[in-house]
């Protein structure tokens, strides 16, 4: 039963190399041709390495091994038609052929055993991003709605930045956000500011009474972390706060410290004009803070886009941001979903195919 299980994981890594494996097996049978036939005073057989030492860029480890082992037969071969098997040239060259396709088996090993666990990881990762950032609905309402996260880290695809939605009879509850800081304390930060959204988000209309609510569960999470012995004096979390109404083209907004949203219209894209700026949530321990709702057109046919500031922060090589606004404005697009495809490509684009920072982009569409 064990070597038919071998036999299967072997055909499986001949089924992965598909027709590459003819390239090692191709060298074998052309080196072992060339000094089979040539002068027994040349001596091509050391070339032989060079079958197993390619065969890792597109198989495992055993079939690696398979080709180490027939490199050593061909060489084997070679020197009892050249002289013996037992000649020191050609032990030499078997012992030094042998050593060489250890090592190469050996790395090949620990590289799939690396592989196996950054499968893992990215595995957890998108567990704990399906978790925390559940996929906004396409439809709630009259609205369509896009979201794409841009992870800074390839091995990660969660992050500080964060985007909710609650659909409540009546109108449509958005939130977007940026924790301060990285990693899994920017991770935790999320987590506890989107539960308490999906929670609060009933209970309150007004988006200003809401992000009030949100600051003070916040702080309440803050809290938890100081007595558990954990530095959050600098832990902060921009935010807007948007109601939706199905009723009204309108969109009232409750601004954190985050960066306003861009209203799009046919070949235009401005941001919009916020003036009851409040800090981000979890300071008002420095001091009173007063939030206040503003409300803006929002006709049908337009399209709000939300973002985080990794978007509007990206660099190019010689240090220019991306101009969110005039690329907005200016990129083809049906609908959200294609908006959102285009500002992610442009955006990869402009900073030469790496952000620095995450970014968190959502479109909304009203369609009615």
Known sequence: MGVRRRLVELLGEWRTGHLMVLLPLGLIVLISAVDITISPNIHLGPLLVVAPAITPSFAGTRLTALVGVLALVAQAVIAALHGGLFTPNHQAQLLALTVVTGVIVAYTRLRERHDRELVRVRTVSDAVQRVLMRPLPDRAGPLRIATRYLAADDEANVGGDLYAAVRTPRATRLLIGDVRGKGLAA?????????????????????????????????????????????????????????????????????????????????????????????PLGMSALG??????????????????LHTDGAIEARAAD??????PDRAAALPADGPHALLDALRLDLLAHVGGRLLDDAALVAVTRLR
């Open 319 to 324: 240090g220019t941001f991306y101009p969110l």
């Open 187 to 279: 991770v935790g930060d999320a987590a506890a500011l989107l539960g308490a959204f999906r929670e609060l988000a009933h209970r309150h209309e007004d988006p200003a009474t809401l992000a009030d609510a949100l600051e003070a569960s916040y702080r309440r999470h803050l809290d938890e972390l100081a007595d558990s012995g954990q530095d959050v004096q600098e832990n902060f979390v921009t935010a807007l706060v948007l109601d939706l109404p199905d009723d009204r083209p309108t969109a009232r907004i409750a601004d954190c410290g985050h960066p306003p949203p861009l209203l799009l219209t046919p070949g235009r894209a401005r941001p919009l004009p916020l003036h009851r700026t409040a800090p």
């Open 288 to 305: 009173p803070v007063e939030r206040r709702t503003e409300e803006f057109d929002f006709p049908p046919g337009s399209t709000l886009l």
